[in-house]
T-cell receptor
Framework: DQQVKQNSPSLSVQEGRISILNCDYT??????FLWYKKYPAEGPTFLIS???IKDKNEDGRFTVFLNKSAKHLSLHIVPSQPGDSAVYFC????????????WGAGTKLIIKP | GAGVSQSPRYKVAKRGQDVALRCDPI?????LFWYQQALGQGPEFLTY????????KSGLPSDRFFAERPEGSVSTLKIQRTQQEDSAVYLC???????????FGSGTRLTVV
């Protein structure tokens, strides 16, 4: 039973355009969400997070949106750059048992020049 | 060091062999996590340490898996009598506290033949 789902295994976007990565979750107890970026042969790198008391968090080119009623979050990258090509993972946790992250399977983002 | 260091980077083990995977967290980080990542999947939680105390080992798949962090810094994940299904990337992460954007190591890719 996958509690965190990333339904698109891959996404191809033109350089300079917006990349939108999606993530759905089933457990309404999740209240903290994170996005990680992973290059081949490296560990995941923390990108941005959001707690359930907010519906948007922005950091430079990266914005995460949270829709609690739909149990959906998305990561927007604007503008997309070639160095953004990587696998992006969505992860969720509960602050009351705050240490354990539940991960999606990842979406491979390819930025075309 | 500046980051989380894991060794070895690659390990090939014959079925039935015991292996030990090492993690050097960022100095001063209280929390340490082990995750297992199968090919094409997101990481899955194995165990969590706060200093030397193993607060959660609920993710360890069997009693062949054992983790320790005796002095609250370096951690070792040991797998006894390895089996083919143990083949995965084992990721270690550390953080100053239990919540939030952990720093991951590059992982150890274990292949059991």
């Amino acid at each position: 039973d996958q509690q965190v789902k990333q339904n698109s295994p891959s996404l191809s976007v033109q350089e300079g355009r917006i990349s939108i990565l999606n993530c759905d979750y089933t457990n309404s107890m999740f209240d903290y969400f994170l996005w990680y970026k992973k290059y081949p042969a490296e560990g995941p790198t923390f990108l941005i997070s959001i707690s359930s008391i907010k519906d948007k968090n922005e950091d430079g080119r990266f914005t995460v949106f949270l829709n609690k009623s739909a149990k959906h979050l998305s990561l927007h990258i604007v503008p997309s750059q070639p160095g953004d090509s990587a696998v992006y993972f969505c992860a969720a946790s509960r602050m009351d048992s705050n240490y354990q992250l539940i991960w999606g399977a990842g979406t491979k983002l390819i930025i075309k020049p | 060091g500046a980051g989380v260091s894991q060794s070895p980077r690659y390990k090939v083990a014959k079925r039935g062999q015991d292996v030990a995977l090492r993690c050097d967290p960022i100095s001063g980080h209280v929390s340490l996590f082990w995750y297992q990542q199968a090919l094409g999947q997101g990481p899955e939680f194995l165990t969590y340490f706060q200093n030397e105390a193993q607060l959660d080992k609920s993710g360890l798949p069997s009693d062949r898996f054992f983790a320790e962090r005796p002095e609250g810094s370096v951690s070792t994940l040991k797998i006894q009598r390895t089996q083919q299904e143990d083949s995965a990337v084992y990721l270690c992460a550390s953080s100053p506290g239990p919540l939030g954007g952990y720093t991951f190591g590059s992982g150890t890719r274990l292949t059991v033949v």
